[in-house]
């Protein structure tokens, strides 16, 4: 496939403004610039534009790194959505997986595929969710297994599952969970008497934030990512 066909047809893009890349030197084959729209693309081929991988047309793969402040929906009246935050044509119709509150920061999963998604968002999967905890409270040692048995959370009448809790200091805690209830982080920790003062998610499956990403900023997962989940 021609490289401007690709392009577009991966990042949505126009091929007028796939050009315009090339020609200001964003786009990248091989570790060659390219300023040649009509070079031909094999399936071995890796493309970069602005110093991202693109994949080849089909589905699109994100990753975001979630600023404080913004919201995972589709729409919302008082604050920012992530998908505002990614600067590529029809962004609004892509799934956002597994959202984050408002003050929580980290890693969001953004695509087109509905299936992938749904790998990521559905307990029966159990891809492993893993959250950074700054609490308010000293977190006592027994915390890990309550985490571990699971807990009962306010307003519900279903345990949670079992949940991975290490305590990395005296205030600071990583957990895994495998399920998305609401805001489940901060309920769990105010069932043990105690209060999240800053979340960030680090990880989801294998897949982890990638720390060249500034808050706000986005990139292209990779095949492997891709496959990971
Ligand atoms: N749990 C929470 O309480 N908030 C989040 O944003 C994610 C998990």
Request: charged fraction near 30%; hydrophobic fraction near 35%; charge should be positive.
């Given at each position: 496939m021609r490289l401007d066909k690709y392009l577009a047809q991966s990042t949505g893009f126009s091929r007028k403004e796939v050009r315009r890349f090339m020609k200001a030197g964003d786009v990248v084959v091989n570790d060659q610039e390219v300023s040649d729209p009509s070079l031909h693309i094999d399936e071995e081929d890796e493309v970069y534009l602005s110093g991202f991988p693109v994949e080849a047309p089909g589905d699109k793969y994100l990753m975001l790194h979630k600023p404080l402040g913004c919201v995972c929906s589709n729409d919302d009246g008082t604050h920012p959505t992530v998908l505002s935050l990614i600067d590529l044509p029809r962004a609004e119709e892509l799934a956002i997986c597994g959202r984050l509150d408002v003050d929580t920061t980290g890693l969001v999963?953004?695509?087109?595929?509905?299936?992938?998604?749904?790998?990521?968002?559905?307990?029966?999967?159990?891809?492993?969710?893993?959250?950074?905890?700054?609490?308010?409270?000293?977190?006592?040692?027994?915390?890990?297994?309550?985490?571990?048995?699971?807990?009962?959370?306010?307003?519900e009448k279903v345990r949670t599952k079992p949940a991975e809790l290490t305590i990395t200091g005296d205030y600071e805690a990583e957990v895994i969970l495998t399920e998305g209830r609401y805001h489940q982080v901060k309920r769990m920790f105010a069932a043990i008497g105690n209060r999240v003062e800053a979340l960030h998610r680090a990880s989801i499956g294998n897949i982890e934030l990638d720390e060249t990403l500034e808050p706000g900023e986005f990139?292209?997962?990779?095949?492997?990512?891709?496959?990971?989940?």
């Open positions: 999963l953004i695509t087109s595929d509905g299936k992938w998604a749904h790998k990521i968002t559905s307990p029966k999967h159990k891809t492993g969710k893993r959250y950074l905890v700054t609490t308010a409270d000293p977190i006592p040692a027994d915390a890990v297994d309550k985490f571990a048995r699971g807990l009962m959370l306010n307003n990139r292209f997962l990779t095949d492997e990512e891709i496959n990971s989940i």
